[in-house]
């Protein structure tokens, strides 16, 4: 991304329903997952961005501490500020840390990147893992969906949850949860993207109260039944859950 779209998200990532309704759906996740899991070291936000989803999670999960990875130095800078936690600049293709050396990785819409190899970032993420290590994926779904949002943001691909699946499988990681999310709200999305011109403005800014409480109720509700152990079958996004395999 460029500066200014840097700058938008770090001035509107707290307050939109969107980015609140990941982190606490990524949160509830990782909380989970670590519960079961025997791997120890840190927490990992690859590609964290101006620090969102890493303020979220706080100065540790579990008795595991956060750290944030970032390629953009502006990004981390910002990031730096919001959090207070140790940022390291880096590729998440070539990640300057120890071998199996987290417990836990993060990749929110980050493998969809076009500055992104998947397949390297993956080989990538495994290598730092703790053996048992807990990975969660956030990715955008379907590519008949790329939108100008996406190439304002210099988003390359998006998935299916079989394409993400066998993608996963690939590289050495076990999937232990697949869902899509942003379900209630797909007819609304669909017919954004149906209308939207080509030079339509980023999706990240500030959207009136009413809407904002609606569009994030419907996020608490999808979030309620992930919980229960509904996979919804459909949605703007996918997310996964997944372990280091061997």
């Given amino acids: 991304m460029d500066q200014a779209e840097y700058e938008r998200m770090h001035a509107v990532?707290?307050?939109?329903w969107w980015y609140r309704g990941l982190r606490l759906l990524v949160t509830e996740l990782l909380g989970?997952?670590?519960?079961?899991?025997?791997?120890?070291?840190?927490?990992?936000?690859?590609g964290c961005g101006t620090g969102g989803m890493l303020a979220k999670l706080g100065a540790g999960v579990g008795g595991h501490p956060t750290i944030g990875l970032e390629y953009d130095p502006s990004a981390a800078e910002f990031a730096?500020?919001?959090?207070?936690?140790?940022?390291?600049?880096?590729?998440?293709?070539?990640?300057?840390?120890?071998?199996?050396?987290?417990?836990?990785y993060l990749s929110l819409d980050v493998l969809c990147h076009a500055g992104v190899?998947?397949?390297?970032?993956?080989?990538e993420a495994r290598r730092c893992l703790a053996p048992d290590g807990v990975a969660i994926f956030n990715?955008?779904?379907?590519?008949?969906?790329?939108?100008?949002?996406?190439?304002?943001?210099?988003?390359?691909?998006?998935f299916t949850r079989g394409k993400a699946h066998r993608l996963l499988a690939e590289h050495g990681f076990r999937v232990l949860i697949s869902t899509y999310w942003n379900t209630l709200l797909f007819?609304?999305?669909?017919?954004?993207r149906l209308i939207e011109k080509?030079?339509?403005?980023?999706?990240?800014?500030?959207?009136?109260?009413?809407?904002?409480?609606?569009?994030?109720?419907?996020?608490?509700?999808?979030?309620?039944?992930?919980?229960?152990?509904?996979?919804?079958?459909?949605?703007?996004?996918?997310?996964?859950?997944?372990?280091?395999?061997?």
């Avoid at 990532?13 to 939109?16: G, K, L, P, V, Y």
């Avoid at 989970?32 to 690859?46: H, P, T």
């Avoid at 994030?216 to 459909?234: D, H």
């Fill in 13 to 16: 990532e707290d307050r939109m």
């Fill in 32 to 46: 989970r997952a670590l519960e079961r899991s025997k791997a120890s070291g840190y927490v990992l936000d690859a």
């Fill in 80 to 104: 730096s500020a919001k959090t207070r936690r140790p940022i390291v600049v880096g590729s998440v293709t070539k990640m300057p840390l120890d071998d199996a050396g987290i417990a836990a």
């Fill in 117 to 123: 190899e998947p397949e390297v970032a993956l080989d």
């Fill in 139 to 158: 990715l955008p779904a379907y590519s008949w969906l790329l939108s100008a949002h996406d190439k304002r943001v210099h988003n390359a691909r998006r």
């Fill in 187 to 192: 007819p609304l999305m669909l017919l954004h």
């Fill in 198 to 246: 080509d030079d339509a403005e980023s999706d990240v800014r500030d959207f009136p109260h009413w809407q904002d409480v609606l569009f994030s109720t419907a996020l608490t509700i999808e979030r309620m039944a992930i919980r229960c152990g509904v996979r919804l079958p459909f949605g703007g996004s996918l997310i996964l859950v997944a372990v280091r395999d061997g």
